[in-house]
C-alpha cells in the first residue's frame, strides 16, 4: 500500500492517493485533479475508485473532474445524502477490494449525517484494519464540527459525533494510522495538529475531546463558536448536484487596460490584487480587492461572493495565474472573466493614477488608540474576538464584513485590525472600493500589539 497525501493551499484541506498492487483509489479529490491522474499513470495504475467521506462545507469536491480524465473510476459516497451524482451511494459496513486492500465503509454521522469513514485492511496480512480515513470526523488534536448542518441540531449532531468516535472509530484499534480531511489552518476545526496523521491510540492519549464524558462533549461543542462562513452554503450545494467541469467553463482572457477599466465599473466585479498585503497598500489599481494568494482560497470565500465576477491582476511574474485559478475554482468561485497582466505596473504606464491606504506602525497605532482618535474596527472572526480585544474596538468580522461596510461609512478615522495584516488590508480594500478614504491598516496587527503587552480586554 502506498498513500500519498495533496494538501491543497488556502483550505487547508487533505486528499489522498492510495495505491495497491496495479489499482488505486483517490479519497475527497480537490477539483484542480489533475495530479491525481499525473500519480497513476507515475505509478503504472488504474483509478478504480474515487471516495467522499461527507458532502464538504468549505470547498467544492473533484470527484467529477477526475473521473472526466478517468471515465471508469466509480465515485462513491453515503446513502444518506441524495447526491445527483456518482455511482455508488454507500451504506454502513460496505467493503471493496482495491489491489491487496479490503476497504470498510464506516457511516460516522456527527459532523454530516454522511459522514463516512474508509477503513483499510492488507488482505496479505490479515484483515484488522491499519488506516482509516476520517474525513471530518476525527483530525489530529481536534473532531469535527458539529454545528453547520442546522444550529437547532447542534446538540444533536454533538451527541452523534461523540457515539460516532467511541462507538464506532476508538474500537478499531489504538494501532490505525487515521488521516483526517484537514490540516491545521483549516476552518472545519478550532485546533487542528500541524501534523497531518496520527494514530488512534496517540489521539486517545492527546485529543482531549476523546477523553471526556457523552454530556461535557457535547456541552463542550454547543459552545463552539466557530466561522460560519456564507459560501459554505454555496459548496454544500454545488456538492450535492455536482459542480460544472472546469474545462467546460469559459477560459478567462488577457484583458488590456480598456476592457480591465470597464469591468472596474461594474457593481458586480470584482478585480482581485493577489499580491502581498504590504505591496498592495503602498500602491494598487482603484477598487481593487487585496486577496493574498497564499490565503486566497478561505479568504476569498470570506469576502467575496459566488453570484461576483472576477478578474485577477497579476504581478510582473504571471505564472501566479494558475494557483489563483484553483484557489478560485476549489471553493466554486467560477465566474472568472479574466486576468491583467504585469497589472499596476501597466495601469500606471496608461497614465492612470494608483491609490494607497495608510499603514500605521505599532506606535503609531498605540498612540491613536490610546488618544481614541481612531474607531478600531476588528474583522476577526467571534470566537477569536471573544477570546482576547482591544478595549472599546468595533467587532465586523470578516466573513460578513462587505454586507457590513456601509456602517463605516461616517466611522471617521478608522484602523482595520487583523492578526498580521491580511484580513484588515482585505477588509481595507472593500471599505475602499465602497468609497471610504479615511482608512488605516495595522500591518503589525494584533499579533504584535500583544508581543509588545500593549492593554487588552481578555475573556
Known amino acids: 500500500m502506498k498513500i500519498r497525501t495533496i494538501k491543497s493551499e488556502g483550505i487547508a484541506a487533505l486528499s489522498y492517493f492510495v495505491s495497491s498492487g496495479r489499482e488505486a483509489m483517490v479519497v475527497d479529490p480537490r477539483r484542480d485533479a489533475s495530479i491525481y491522474k499525473h500519480f497513476a499513470d507515475e505509478e503504472g495504475v488504474e483509478i478504480t475508485h474515487i471516495f467522499e467521506t461527507h458532502r464538504n462545507e468549505d ?114 484499534g489504538d494501532g490505525v494510522i487515521i488521516h483526517p480531511g484537514h490540516g491545521a489552518g483549516s476552518v472545519c476545526g478550532k485546533d487542528i495538529g500541524d501534523r497531518e496523521f496520527s494514530t488512534i491510540g496517540f489521539e486517545k492519549a492527546n485529543n482531549a475531546w476523546l477523553g471526556m464524558s457523552e454530556d461535557v462533549f457535547v456541552a463542550s461543542k454547543v459552545r463552539q463558536r466557530l ?107 467560477d465566474n472568472i472573466l479574466g486576468f491583467l497582466r504585469n497589472g499596476v505596473n501597466q495601469w500606471s504606464a496608461s497614465g492612470r493614477e494608483t491609490d494607497s491606504i495608510e499603514v500605521l506602525s505599532l506606535d503609531e497605532f498605540g498612540a491613536k488608540q490610546t488618544r481614541r482618535e481612531v474607531v478600531v474596527i476588528d474583522v476577526r472572526e467571534p470566537h477569536e474576538y471573544d477570546k482576547e480585544r482591544i478595549e472599546d474596538s468595533v467587532s465586523s468580522p470578516m466573513t460578513g464584513f462587505e454586507e457590513k461596510a456601509k456602517d463605516f461609512m461616517a466611522a471617521g478615522p478608522t484602523v482595520i485590525l487583523c492578526p498580521v495584516g491580511n484580513r484588515s488590508t482585505t477588509a481595507a480594500s472593500i471599505l475602499k472600493h465602497k468609497g471610504v478614504d479615511d482608512i488605516a491598516v495595522s500591518l503589525d496587527g494584533l499579533k504584535a500589539w500583544k508581543a509588545f503587552d500593549y492593554p487588552l480586554e481578555i475573556d
Open 59 to 172: 470547498y467544492v469536491i473533484g470527484s467529477l473532474e477526475l473521473k472526466a480524465m478517468v471515465p471508469e473510476a466509480r465515485i462513491g459516497h453515503s446513502n444518506q445524502t441524495n447526491f445527483r451524482y456518482g455511482d455508488n451511494s454507500l451504506a454502513d459496513g460496505e467493503t471493496f477490494t482495491i489491489g491487496k486492500m479490503s476497504i470498510t465503509c464506516l457511516q460516522t454521522p456527527g459532523h454530516t449525517d454522511d459522514s463516512i469513514c474508509y477503513v483499510v485492511a492488507d488482505r496479505t496480512v490479515g484483515p484488522d484494519p491499519i488506516v482509516a480515513f476520517t474525513g471530518d470526523t476525527l483530525f489530529v488534536n481536534e473532531v469535527g464540527r458539529t454545528d453547520l448542518v442546522d444550529l437547532k441540531k447542534h446538540e444533536e449532531m454533538s451527541r452523534k459525533l461523540y457515539n460516532s468516535l467511541n462507538q464506532i472509530l476508538l474500537p478499531l
Open 227 to 333: 466561522t460560519r462562513a456564507l459560501y459554505f452554503k454555496h459548496c454544500e450545494h454545488l456538492n450535492t448536484i455536482g459542480p460544472p467541469i472546469i474545462a467546460d467553463l469559459p477560459e478567462p482572457q488577457e484583458l488590456d487596460i480598456e476592457s480591465f477599466s470597464k469591468m472596474l465599473e461594474d457593481d458586480g466585479h470584482r478585480a482581485l490584487d493577489i499580491r502581498p498585503a504590504a505591496e498592495f497598500l503602498k500602491r494598487h489599481i482603484p477598487r481593487s480587492i487585496s486577496i493574498k494568494l497564499k490565503i486566497m482560497g478561505w479568504l476569498a470565500g470570506w469576502a467575496l461572493r459566488p453570484e461576483q465576477t472576477f478578474s485577477i491582476i497579476l504581478s510582473i511574474d504571471g505564472d501566479d495565474l494558475v494557483l489563483a485559478k484553483a484557489m478560485l475554482h476549489r471553493i466554486g468561485y
